[in-house]
């Protein structure tokens, strides 16, 4: 039950990772990870309650309410034109959908920000299964301007090969799958360029 009150009340609410230049050193954007601020004081990260609210459906209100929060933080720096900010949060599986699309619609309206500058993040195991209907909701989500990244790639089942078949703008690459990649002769090293090429600067390496 903690989890419900954790909901309803202010006890969600969103961390900022800063995202950097590689190229410059500068803070270019931030991602939000979901934190649960407990009324001891004690903060708590997602492998512990974001399971849990995945199995009692309540993963849907804990996206959207991380995301409102952050959007509303971030709200003056992504309409700032004069800098280069942009901003980032996870969706689950259970949660994107066309109705999760309309919201981020509606959001993006009513903070009158630039939609470019949101990017939805996605796991890779969002990637397999329902293909064509995933697809299909991508080409939706970009048709508003935001941004798609795929998260810990090379954790799962995915190829490169078959990421490629979907409308996506950053690769996110999992540490262990950038050190086989670069220990194994044989590991598709073409496949991997060619994926950095289309995404540009969107290809990149994970450390967390």
């Known amino acids: ?15 900022f990772q800063p995202i950097v230049s590689l190229r410059t050193g500068q803070i270019v954007g931030a991602e939000a990870l979901a934190r649960w601020r407990a009324p001891t004081g004690e903060i708590r990260v997602p492998v512990e309650f974001i399971p849990l609210a995945e199995e009692t459906g309540q ?16 709200a003056d720096l992504l309409r700032d034109r004069s800098k280069k900010f942009h901003l980032a949060f996870n969706v689950s ?6 109705q999760y699309i309309n919201y981020l619609a509606r959001l993006i309206e009513y903070y009158a920000i630039p939609a470019e500058r949101l990017t939805i993040e996605l ?8 293909s064509t ?12 301007g935001v941004k798609v990244a795929i998260d810990d790639f090379g954790t799962g089942y995915s ?4 990421l490629k078949r979907f409308p996506i703008d950053c690769l996110k690459v ?7 990649v670069v220990d194994d002769e044989d590991a598709d090293g073409g496949s991997v360029e060619a994926l950095e090429g289309r995404c540009g600067a969107g290809a990149v390496h994970d450390n967390q």
């Open 174 to 180: 999992e540490q262990s799958f950038v050190r086989d």
């Open 133 to 144: 209907r995933l697809k299909q909701l991508l080409i939706e989500l970009r048709s508003h």
């Open 59 to 74: 993963i849907r209100q804990l996206d959207r309410q991380i995301a409102d929060r952050a959007v509303a933080r971030c």
């Open 159 to 162: 190829s490169l090969s078959f």
């Open 1 to 15: 039950m903690r989890h419900y009150r954790a909901l309803e009340s202010d006890q969600l609410v969103p961390a």
């Open 93 to 98: 599986a259970k949660t994107f959908d066309a």
């Open 123 to 130: 796991t890779e195991s969002v990637m397999v299964g329902e």
